[in-house]
């Protein structure tokens, strides 16, 4: 049996080449060492991936910001505004990646989006009319030519053609079909080029395939592949699909001349039905990636080779493969240190799924394996009681009511109740919870993890921050307060961290965009709390003023969303675990006097599935089911606020709206008055406060320019639902602007009902 890696980790082992990058961007090191590191990086880990006897490995993986952006660098798509800056040809790349201001212009960074269903973010290419698409770049060539040199060969890879057509931005009048013919003119020339050089084998990913295909978009495909695949001559292409099934282009796509197809068998949830349905072309080679690059549980040997074999009985000619690149995973578990070794045992993140790639590999070939060594241990992981269980849990889900998922009283009747309840002035004023997180505030938390201060000295220096920051917001005259979580490093870290049955790494490190990388927890057993988490800090910001104060929680659905969860166990049974827990500190505040609570679902749009298809099914039912959960059982007197952290849900408006919170506040930057429409045209029940102002960029926005975007928004949203806050927490920002920003948004807020009022 072959195996097949899809892509490798690039940020290094312990993301060196993060710091690098860095220090590059700083003017500390030059290209030079930059390159040196990277060459490093490339090396160790084609030899990890040789050590492995991958046998498919590849290049061209490696990436210094984005594989999106190397492609379109690669094919000439640089738009004319970052080639007339001059700069080398590393520091134009950069300038797309991240701006650029100096000396040589002032050029904005191009547009960066989130990467199919995964927390990486890749670059938009932009495409403008004039633009020549032509294989300009050398990555694939050079990177080959360093394993080869190294004895390594490998399978250069690079983003396919209809996949980069389709995600990139056409700026201008031309569209799509006016750069097909340069586009197959330049991804040929690579082909030859490559040829030339003796590669084997190319991949060319294509997962915009596992979206929902329109007929245009498979005529552009076939077109596109039937071009170029007619003039390869000696080198070998494989199509490489990950993320979901193929369901609508599978057909299509076995009948084109590709060698081999990259099948998903994790995500695609259809991949088997369709080889089941169609067959497995005999001409080709199947790539069946089963090996899951996206989450870091140990693969099930005895899962796997069942699905190996059935394919071999059908007579295809199978490769094991990972899932999708293992960029989405981090390097490796040997850099964790605090864990036990029968927790880690149950981990495999990139180094170890090679390990298992080989132990598969192996495995595939005998007759006896299940009593080979390798296979029964494999085999224990999964019958042994990991600590992970909690009866009293399991007892409460079975035990969950279709009522519970209800709030009552309705909507309409809890908008009367509350506006008696709270009196707010129309239009009131509101943050979204976090006060900036100055140096203070982050060596306190050190010096508490560090044992240099004492649990009671770490609390008396959060609450003097609380206690500046209630003043400060009732000087300004913010209507509903918050405490301004300085006791958070991060909004999911944090409740992790406070709930039992999650676990940390020190060094799981994953890519999220260029050099920044998250450390998501990891869900390890059933999720409970055993103890309040945020009622203490709450009730002592409430008790230093009359106005009301928010309680601040992360709701379940993006708890689960940031970590990594559990495969024995269902994402919607472990969303309403988390659920539980949040509902049970929900009512502990309540209880405690807290009367407005906000229950942020910053990223609910997040694992939004990427067929339309699946949408409900798979994901909205349960996930607005799970944050109903948490705030079912409160009074009707009691205000429950969420928070989104982008507004693109025009296309889930109504589930939204099903969320049955009291008031939405998200972010509602340039160009979303679409959304207000939508809200409009929805009859969208929940108040909202969409942000007028945006907190990424440290610009204190005008009064004026308050004022404007609250006169658009009045003239769609009911004035009697509209709130007035910023688009996201404060935490990034710095103290002065902050509280010019917040001052000038009240002063606004005020204007506006004077004038409204008459
Ligand atoms: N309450 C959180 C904060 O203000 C919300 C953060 C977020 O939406 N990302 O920091
Ligand atoms: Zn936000």
């Known amino acids: 049996m072959k195996t097949s890696v899809i892509g490798f980790p690039r940020v290094g082992k312990l993301r060196e080449l993060k710091f690098a990058t860095e220090k590059y961007f700083r003017n500390e090191i030059t290209a030079q060492q930059l390159e040196e590191t990277a ?42 505004e970052y080639k007339e800056l001059n700069l080398s040809d590393i520091d134009t790349y950069f300038a797309m990646a991240r701006g650029y201001q100096g000396e040589n212009g002032d050029v904005k960074a191009l547009a960066m989006k ?24 050398t990555n694939p060539f050079k990177y080959y030519s360093e394993a080869k040199k190294d004895g390594i060969e490998t399978k250069p890879v690079v983003v396919g053609p209809f996949t980069l057509l389709k995600l990139a931005r056409f700026t201008g009048n031309k569209s799509v079909d006016d750069f097909v013919d340069d586009t197959i003119k330049a991804y040929s020339e690579l082909l030859n080029e490559l040829s030339k050089l003796g590669v084997n084998w190319i991949q060319f990913d294509e997962p915009f395939l596992v979206h929902d295909i329109t007929k245009e978009d498979l005529t552009l495909f076939d077109k596109i592949y039937n071009a170029v695949l007619a003039k390869k001559e000696n080198i070998k292409v494989l199509l490489q699909t990950y993320f979901g099934d193929i369901r609508d282009s599978y057909e299509n796509i076995t009948k084109l001349k590709f060698d081999a197809i990259g099948l998903d068998f994790i995500e695609g949830k259809e991949t088997l039905n369709l080889i089941e349905k169609y067959g497995f072309p005999k001409d080709k080679i199947l790539l069946a990636g089963l090996v899951n690059g996206k989450n870091i549980w140990r693969n099930n040997y005895e899962k796997t080779i069942s699905t190996l074999n059935l394919l071999k009985n059908k007579g295809i000619e199978v490769v094991l493969s990972t899932s999708c690149s293992l960029l989405h995973v981090p390097f490796t578990v040997e850099n964790e240190t605090k864990l036990s070794k029968d927790v880690l045992k149950h981990f495999a993140f990139a180094v170890e799924k090679l390990g298992e790639l080989a132990d598969l590999k192996v ?10 060594n390798v296979f029964v241990n494999n085999k224990k992981l999964f019958s042994e009681d990991r600590n992970a269980l909690n009866s009293e849990v399991a007892e409460r889900i079975k035990n969950i009511k279709e009522s519970d998922f209800t709030r009552l009283p309705a909507f309409e009747e809890r908008e009367k109740i509350q506006k008696k ?56 005259g913010i209507d509903v307060l918050v405490h301004g979580e300085y006791e958070r490093n991060d909004m999911v870290e944090y409740f992790g961290e406070n709930l039992d049955g999650y676990i940390f790494t020190e060094k799981a490190w994953v890519q999220s965009y260029g050099t920044r990388c998250v450390k998501p927890p990891i869900v390890w057993g059933d999720i409970s709390r055993n103890k ?64 407005i609570i906000q229950i942020d679902e910053a990223a609910l749009r997040e694992k939004l599935p990427l067929r339309k298809a699946d949408w409900y099914s798979e994901y909205l039912d349960w996930a607005i ?22 507004s693109e849900f025009t296309d889930i408006i109504k589930a939204i709206d099903d969320m049955d919170a009291d008031v939405i506040t998200f972010e509602a930057s340039r160009s979303d008055l679409l959304l207000l429409d939508s809200l409009k045209e929805n009859n969208f029940k929940t108040e909202v406060g969409p942000g007028v102002y945006d907190i990424h960029s440290p610009r204190v926005p005008s009064v004026d320019e308050i004022l404007t975007v609250l006169n658009k928004m009045a003239e769609k949203i009911n004035p009697e639902k509209l709130w007035v806050n910023p688009d996201c927490g404060l935490k990034t920002r710095g103290v002065v602007e902050t509280k010019a920003s917040l001052i000038n948004m009240v002063k606004a807020a005020k204007q506006f009902r004077e004038k409204f009022n008459k």
């Open 625 to 646: 089911k799970t944050f109903r959960l948490t705030h079912s059982g409160t009074k009707a007197e009691t205000q429950i606020h969420t928070h989104m952290c982008y």
């Open 39 to 80: 060459e490093d990086i490339r090396k160790y880990q084609w030899n990890l991936q040789k050590e492995s006897n991958i046998d498919y490995i590849p290049s061209n993986d490696f990436s210094f910001y984005d594989l999106v952006l190397d492609t379109a660098v690669l094919f000439n798509i640089v738009p004319k």
């Open 363 to 372: 495995l595939a070939e005998e007759i006896n394996f299940t009593e080979d």
């Open 532 to 595: 309040s988490m945020t009622v203490d800090w709450s009730v002592y910001a409430q008790s230093l003023t009359n106005k009301p104060m928010k309680g601040m929680l992360t709701g379940p659905v993006t708890i689960l969303n940031w970590s990594f969860p559990r495969e024995d166990i269902s994402l919607k049974e472990c969303a309403y675990q988390i659920a539980l827990a949040i509902r049970d500190e929900v009512l502990d505040l309540e209880k405690n006097g807290i009367k």
């Open 114 to 137: 989130k990467w199919f269903n995964t927390n990486y973010h890749y670059i938009v290419p932009e495409i403008e009319d004039d633009t020549e698409i032509k294989l300009v770049g």
């Open 421 to 476: 309840e709270f009196n707010l002035p129309i239009f009131p004023t509101t943050t979204i919870g976090s006060f900036p997180q100055t140096a203070d505030v982050k060596a306190n938390r050190t010096a508490l993890k560090k044992g240099e201060i004492t649990e009671q000295e770490y609390i008396e220096f959060n609450k003097k921050k609380i206690a500046e920051c209630v003043a400060l917001q009732e000087e300004i």
